[in-house]
C-alpha cells in the first residue's frame, strides 16, 4: 500500500501556524462543571497566585474545530467518526472480530510498524487522519486562548432559565446563574498545523470561516445565543521542513490527491492570510469527493 510521507510518524515535512486576534461576538462560557459558593456558575479561569485569569481552553477550541470538521465532511458525502465510543475509528470490527486498536497494538508487540501504519492508513477517516486516534498522532496543535491584557476581557453575569414546553412557563427550581465572557473579549489565538496536506489545511481553513460567519460557534449555551466568536488580524506562519513541502513560493502537494498552491512568501497577514485560507478551503471543496 503506498501510504504518503505525511502521514508516517518519524517525518517532518511543514509546520503551518495561524494566528490572530479571537474576540467575542457573543456571551461565551466555558463550563467548570460546579457552581461557585454562591451558587454562580463560573465561565473557566487560569488560577495564580494573584489572580483569575478568564481563558478559552484548548480544549474548547479543538473541540470546535474537530465537531465542524466532521460536519463538514459528512456534508460531502463522508464516512467519518464521532472520536469516541464504539462508533469510532478505533472500535472498528475488521473481519477477524477484532477491533482495529487490538490489531494494531499487536502489530506494533511484534515490531511490525509498517504494517500498522499501513492499516491505520486504510482504516480511520479523513477526521482522524488530521486530529488523531488511539495510536496515531494528531496532526493538528491547539492553544490556550489568553487574554490579549489584563483589560481585554470583561465578566457579565446572566439568569438562565428553563422553559416547560407544554405551559410555556419556567419550570420551578431551574433558575441558575452563569458567569460569560462578555461580547467585545479579546484573546490570542494560535494554531498549529503539522504535515497536513493542502487540501487537509483547506478543512480547517473551512472551519475558520465557518466561524467567522457565525456557523460555528464554541462552549457552552449556543443555543441561547452564547459561542459566536470571530478570528482577526490573521497571520499565517510556514515552515518547510524539507524540499518536500514548498519553498518561499509554492506549498508543494503532498500526496496523490492533493495539489500545489502558489503562495508570495512564507509570512502571510491580513489579506494575504485570509486569501491563502480561502484558496486551501477551495482546494478542500475540489479534493474531498476524490478521497472515498
Not at 6 to 18: G, H, K, S
Not at 69 to 85: D, M, P, T, W
Not at 220 to 232: A, D, M, N, Q
Request: contains cysteine; proline residues 4%; aromatic residues 6%.
Amino acid at each position: 500500500m503506498n501510504v504518503p510521507r505525511w502521514f508516517l510518524p518519524d517525518v517532518m515535512l511543514r509546520t503551518v501556524i495561524i494566528e490572530g486576534i479571537l474576540e467575542a461576538v457573543s456571551p461565551l462560557h466555558f463550563g467548570t462543571g460546579r457552581p461557585s459558593i454562591l451558587n454562580e456558575f463560573e465561565t473557566a479561569k487560569i488560577i495564580t497566585e494573584d489572580e483569575e485569569i478568564p481563558y478559552i481552553p484548548s480544549t474548547a477550541i479543538r473541540g470546535l474545530l474537530r465537531i465542524h470538521s466532521e460536519k463538514l465532511a459528512r456534508a460531502l458525502g463522508h464516512r467519518v467518526c464521532g472520536g469516541f465510543g464504539r462508533e469510532s475509528c478505533a472500535s472498528k470490527i475488521l473481519n477477524n472480530g477484532r477491533n482495529l486498536t487490538e490489531i494494531i497494538d499487536e502489530l506494533l508487540i511484534k515490531n511490525r510498524g509498517l504494517e500498522a501504519i499501513e492499516l491505520l492508513w486504510k482504516e480511520i477517516c479523513v477526521i482522524c487522519k488530521v486530529f488523531g486516534a488511539p495510536r496515531y498522532e494528531s496532526r493538528i496543535t491547539t492553544y490556550n486562548a489568553l487574554p490579549i491584557s489584563p483589560n481585554s476581557v470583561g465578566l457579565g453575569h446572566k439568569v438562565i432559565i428553563a422553559i416547560d414546553r407544554g405551559t410555556g412557563t419556567e419550570i420551578p427550581g431551574s433558575s441558575k446563574v452563569i458567569e460569560y465572557i462578555q461580547p467585545g473579549s479579546r484573546f490570542k489565538f494560535r494554531i498549529d498545523l503539522i504535515n497536513l496536506p493542502n487540501y487537509l489545511m483547506g478543512l480547517i481553513s473551512s472551519v475558520l470561516m465557518d466561524i467567522n460567519i457565525g456557523i460555528a460557534r464554541i462552549g457552552g449555551y449556543r443555543s441561547k445565543g452564547f459561542g459566536v466568536i470571530s478570528i482577526k488580524n490573521p497571520r499565517i506562519l510556514i515552515i518547510h521542513h524539507s524540499d518536500e513541502s514548498g519553498n518561499e513560493t509554492v506549498l508543494r502537494a503532498l500526496d496523490e490527491n492533493d495539489e500545489d498552491i502558489k503562495i508570495t512568501e512564507t509570512t502571510l497577514t491580513g489579506a494575504k492570510a485570509e486569501n491563502l485560507l480561502r484558496k486551501l478551503a477551495s482546494l478542500w471543496l475540489k479534493r474531498a469527493k476524490a478521497l472515498e
